[in-house]
């Protein structure tokens, strides 16, 4: 059997390293918001490039905290992908915002430019891209419109660690840049966590006041904070996975590679641009008849998944907050079918994938 991810596997090869953090942020005694945390933020922002990283306890809060922190006025529209995971929506909802879906271009999966320019409003605020499955939005035309239409612009990372725009790292183009590290992610903690960046040294500070009861002095609260920090032993452990981040990276490309060498041509592969590093979170084909073939490879021991089974405005949470007709997501949706690609299969498991896919009947 080919599991689709087995996390246990994933982090096999790094045990020693993170049993030897996890030791000693339980000697320590000191839990949350401490030294693990602060050299976590100092070392990320450095991967990154930006002057600031804030820690806090999971993607969805990097994502509501940093739309809050724009400080738009309540109620402002703010431009979505319609394909994105339901996170980015979610946060927008929680900061008191109107999510307003815009299509994806059909051959990349991510946000359409054309199609955002023509989704302003005079309520239009902010956009929040998605960069799905590990490949950039194409930023170089976003950031040109959210400069002409005075938009704010958040980046959800929460798929992107690494990912590249003409040599630029995704979360260094727009206002924030929003990860997550839950397990599965690129750089995934053992447990819940994530984290902002930017460059702005006003989002910095009100990030971090936000995720702690909106102070950063003890007993002082500046704002209406929550509590959503990130605890010494997840930013330890992020630590150690964080320097061997880009070696996981190049081992999903490596596998990509075998993907795209040898998937037969009748499914639609990933698309590919020079300009673009792709990092595969998540390695997306698609097939008309997607069912029958999850169902046959299953039958072959090959675990596959969907991203998403059902796309955002078809959930029931979103009845009478999403309408309208999304057809570019409502048939990514149905075809969409994604192979295993993480850090802990080798060449050989996906060239056996390849070789099983090739008997497949189409
Ligand atoms: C995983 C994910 C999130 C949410 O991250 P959590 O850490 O699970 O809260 C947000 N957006 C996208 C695109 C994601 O894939």
């Not at 976590?40 to 990283?53: D, L, N, P, Q, S």
């Not at 936000?210 to 209406?224: A, C, E, H, P, T």
Request: proline share 3%.
């Amino acid at each position: 059997m080919i599991e689709y991810e087995s996390l246990a596997n994933s982090n096999q090869q790094f045990m020693r390293e993170l049993e030897t953090a996890a030791t000693n942020v339980i000697r320590s005694g000191w839990y949350v918001l401490g030294h693990e945390v602060t050299e976590f933020e100092k070392e990320f922002a450095t991967w990154v490039g930006t002057r600031h990283c804030i820690g806090v306890a999971n993607g969805l809060d990097a994502l509501i905290l940093s739309i809050e922190a724009l400080m738009l006025p309540k109620g402002s529209e703010i431009l979505v992908a319609s394909n994105t995971y339901i996170a980015t929506i979610l946060a927008i909802i929680r900061a008191g915002h109107k999510p307003v879906l815009v299509e994806p271009d059909a051959e990349t999966f991510n946000i359409d430019p054309l199609q955002i320019t023509a989704s302003i409003t005079s309520a239009t605020r902010a956009i929040c891209v998605t960069h799905l499955f590990g490949k950039a939005c194409r930023m170089d035309d976003i950031c040109a419109i959210a400069n002409e239409y005075g938009l704010k612009l958040i980046e959800d990372c929460a798929q992107s660690h690494g990912a590249k725009l003409s040599g630029r790292m995704t979360g260094t183009f727009g206002d924030a840049g929003c990860f997550s590290f839950y397990p599965t992610k690129n750089l995934g903690a053992i447990g819940d966590a994530g984290a902002v960046v930017t460059d702005n040294d006003e989002i910095a500070d009100r990030l971090r006041h936000l995720r702690n009861y909106g102070s950063k002095q003890k007993y002082i609260n500046k704002y209406v904070g929550v509590n959503s920090r990130l605890d010494e032993m997840q930013a330890a452990l992020l630590r150690v996975k964080l320097r061997h981040l880009d070696e996981m990276t190049e081992h999903k490309r490596n596998l990509a590679r075998v993907y795209f060498k040898n998937l037969p041509d009748w499914m639609a592969l990933p698309h590919q641009k020079e300009d673009e590093y792709d990092v595969f979170h998540i390695f997306g084909v698609r097939y008309q008849e997607r069912d029958r073939l999850k169902s046959w490879l299953l039958e072959q021991g090959v675990k596959t998944e969907i991203h998403y089974p059902i796309p955002p405005h078809r959930q029931e949470a979103m009845q009478g907050i999403l309408q309208g007709d999304y057809p570019i997501a409502d048939k990514l949706h149905e075809t969409e079918l994604s192979l295993p690609i993480s850090v802990g299969h080798t060449i050989e498991d996906v060239q056996l994938v390849t070789n099983i896919i090739k008997q497949f009947k189409i």
